[in-house]
């Protein structure tokens, strides 16, 4: 009990909210690389898994790059992208984005799949061209399913981002890493709570997200989501 | 059968084989002179006097696990205290700053601060031995283009510019009184700003080529840094103080023997031969274990 | 070839003669590896497995308990084992108490949402048929959960698998001791193998697990 206090001092101190170690610029820094991370994975997975559905080509590819995904440790392939590219954002994007990409991949392929046929039957016969089909009839049929591979892929990044700071990255993990450093033990748990709280926060705002782009008659159609499989975590 | 129940009989297999193989541990049993664990600073160098210090006891007898790369002075002390490892292999003056607060008694002397040093142990039932002639302290490190656009040449030509500079370290330089406050105190240097990188390791020196920092704390005995095109500038003001090699032991383990052991081992150890281990480690990539095997075949041990 | 960032030294990613002598460390190392994982999953199991069974019986705990976990898995692990470290020092039982943290958390979901799966009809014919509560669950509801349990000892595997490296920045760490000592001493060959090895695990693991999952419960759907 006495420790939760010194925990809310330590956020309640005005100190830990300025400069180039403060709270606010630490959330930007953690917010950025998580950010350019999962837009870039997006980039390169969403194109590559709706299209491997719409075709329904090397299924087992999309699948199982998942796996893959799940097998890399983070801790390696961090210092692993340090060794290569040295310090700054770089190394530190290009780890949580191959740590991004396999989730958006195998969802965004099992979303397109899932597609009803009949319904893609339906929209050829009333004449929708292939590109039309696609963007139109399963695109906004399958964004739930891909919204869940966003929504994990930010998260996992969002966690993981805290090992950035083993190679001298920023963000929150500075607070656990340094904390730990100087055995100044409220530091490391304001950093656990900001990071968990960050990762709940871009869950919810994720989901929310996928309500505002999810149209209102298949949202209705849809039975109420069982719970999303537990996903891999990597930090 | 299909390919896939293939494929999984066989990752089956493999699996086994390497758990069967993992079960068949041998792990060294325990001899007379009983078992000491000996933990080690999370640099290249805390590798080599911990196989150093841990080997010497070996080849005397005694059963030594190595805990290396745990980590800076606040993470290994609590650890010797609470006897999770028996000893660790110091520096006098450090140590003392770091046993007493930072209370300013570290000189250049070895021998009296490491009694100092020792009047602060006893409480805790530890016990520093004798020192070393040996000798690594802190160092800052600029680069070469660095040292020759501003005139540097030693640390008090920092003055003028240290207000653009950065300082880049470990996370501990921000309290220990040979680090930043130092610097700040004795030097009366003024960073610009403070980046927590590595404690001597590869961040800083990738930090310090791409200049990310203009200033990085090095150590006195690394023996990458001509390679490097990195120059330390000289402690004129000499905040620096005797951080002779020195083990600091539990003293349940501090027998008359391992005493006698350790202190011919810091007796025969001279800092060009550390400076040599390390640059065979740091340099050459050979392992601290096999370097400190030869340095001790070679002193009689 | 790799080149040092800025040494002339060139650190091969792989220097082929560092291996065979140093056999007996990456075994070793990949032993320590495999036995912390090991202990994490079934300790995981063992209290998962009532806790799941628990939250099952008490309708009013499930809720919370599925939310409760949710938020505790994002918990970064280097804070948990960092946080540990002043109770139970640089030591193995550390790394095991955040590691079956994790396992327990993703494995209660699934033994959840392994046992609600069982459709209503199955646990009313074994009710008319006279099974005792116990027998019932130990002998249909939770044979009848086994594929989700299963998905979640695999993902648990996977998952702490990965972890496991992490426990090397608290002196731990099996092969993320050969990571570790990768980064501080700039070394590429040790830090190569450590990650290969722990991908190969992790897709050896995995598939095992999955042969087995066909063996044992060979209706479900391959996950």
């Known amino acids: 009990m006495a420790f939760l206090s010194k925990v809310a001092a330590w956020f309640a101190d005005p100190a830990n909210w300025t400069g180039s170690s403060g709270i606010p610029t630490r959330l930007v820094e953690h917010l950025q690389i998580s950010g350019e991370s999962v837009a870039i994975a997006g980039v390169i997975a969403l194109p590559i898994g709706i299209l491997l559905g719409h075709y329904g080509r090397f299924g087992a590819l999309a699948l199982n790059v998942s796996n893959v995904g799940r097998a890399l440790p983070s801790f390696g392939i961090l210092v692993i992208a340090f060794q290569i590219f040295g310090l700054g954002d770089l190394p530190v994007i290009l780890a949580l984005t191959a740590l991004a990409i396999p989730p958006m991949v195998t969802n965004s392929y099992v979303a397109m799949r899932e597609v009803d046929p009949d319904i893609k039957e339906a929209a050829k016969g009333m004449g929708y061209r292939e590109l039309a089909q696609l963007l139109q009839v399963e695109l906004p049929l399958a964004v739930p399913l891909v919204m869940a591979g966003i929504r994990t892929s930010a998260v996992q990044v969002v966690a993981t981002a805290t090992l950035a700071a083993i190679i001298a990255g920023g963000g929150l993990g500075r607070y656990i890493i340094d904390g730990y450093g100087q055995q100044i033990y409220t530091e490391v748990f304001a950093g656990a709570v900001l990071v968990a709280l960050l990762a709940l926060a871009t869950e919810v705002s994720l989901a929310g997200l996928e309500r505002a782009l999810v149209p209102r008659g298949i949202r209705l159609l849809r039975a109420p989501t069982a719970h999303r499989a537990t996903t891999v975590k990597s930090a | 059968m299909n390919w896939k129940l ?14 069967i193989g993992a079960c068949g541990s041998t792990s060294t049993p325990a001899t007379a002179k009983g078992t000491i664990t000996v933990g080690g600073f999370a640099f290249s160098e805390g590798s080599v006097l911990a196989e150093l210090y841990g080997q010497a006891l070996q080849r005397d007898g005694y059963t030594v696990n190595f805990k290396l790369n745990l980590g800076n002075r606040e993470v290994v002390a609590p650890a010797l205290k609470s006897g999770q490892i028996d000893m660790y292999v110091g520096y006098a003056a450090t140590d003392l700053e770091f046993y007493n607060n930072g209370a300013g008694e570290a000189t250049g002397d070895a021998v009296a601060t490491t009694a100092k040093l020792n009047s602060h142990l006893s409480s805790l039932n530890l016990v520093a031995l004798t020192p070393s002639n040996t000798v690594d302290q802190n160092a800052f490190a600029v680069t070469k283009a660095t040292a020759d656009k501003y005139s540097l040449s030693k640390l008090s030509d920092l003055s003028a510019v240290a207000s653009q500079f950065v300082l880049g370290a470990g996370p501990e330089c921000k309290t220990r009184p040979f680090c930043l406050p130092g610097l700040e105190s004795t030097y009366g240097l003024h960073f610009k700003d403070f980046k927590t990188l590595d404690t001597d390791g590869p961040l800083t020196r990738a930090a310090l080529k791409s200049g990310a920092i203009q200033i990085g704390l090095v150590f006195s005995s690394d023996a990458d840094l001509n390679s490097l095109g990195l120059v330390v500038l000289q402690d004129d003001k000499h905040l620096e103080a005797a951080d002779n090699v020195v083990p600091i032991l539990r003293t349940a383990v501090a027998t008359d023997d ?44 | 070839m790799g080149r040092g960032l800025f040494l002339d030294i060139v650190d091969p990613w792989i220097n082929w003669d560092w291996l065979s002598p140093h056999l007996p460390l990456i075994l070793s190392a990949l032993q320590d590896h495999i036995t912390l994982t090991a202990i994490a999953v079934v300790g995981g199991l063992v209290i998962s ?28 692990s280097l804070a948990l084992f960092s946080f540990l470290v002043p109770y139970t020092g640089l030591s193995g039982l550390t790394a095991e108490i955040g590691l079956i943290s994790y396992t327990v958390l993703i494995l ?3 033994v959840l949402v392994g046992l609600e799966a069982v459709p209503p ?55 993320g001791q050969l990571i570790y000592r990768g980064q501080i001493e700039n070394f590429h060959t040790p830090l190569v193998v450590g990650v290969v090895l722990s991908i190969a695990l992790a897709f050896v693991a995995d598939l095992s697990l999955a042969g087995v999952q066909r063996l044992v419960v060979p209706w479900s759907r391959s996950a």
């Open chain 3, 49 to 76: 497995l009532p806790l799941g069974v628990f939250a099952r019986q008490f309708v009013a705990a499930r809720n919370p308990v599925l939310t409760v976990s949710g938020i505790l898995y994002t918990i970064p």
């Open chain 3, 121 to 175: 009809d199955v646990l009313d014919a074994a009710d008319g048929m006279g099974y005792r509560p116990l027998a019932r669950l130990l002998t249909v509801e939770l044979p009848l959960a086994l594929p989700a349990i299963f998905a979640g000892v695999r993902i648990a595997t996977v998952t702490t698998i990965g972890l496991v490296s992490i426990t090397a920045l608290i002196g731990i760490g099996g092969l």
């Open chain 2, 258 to 301: 391992a005493k006698t052991v350790l202190n011919n081992v810091s007796a025969k150890l001279t800092t060009a031969d550390l400076v040599q281990m390390n640059a065979q480690v740091e340099l050459l990539h050979q392992d601290a274990d096999a370097v400190t095997k030869v340095w001790l075949q070679q002193h009689g041990f």
């Open chain 2, 6 to 19: 293939r494929s999984a009989y066989l990752a089956v297999s493999i699996a086994l084989a390497v758990a």
């Open chain 3, 108 to 110: 209660v979901r699934n």
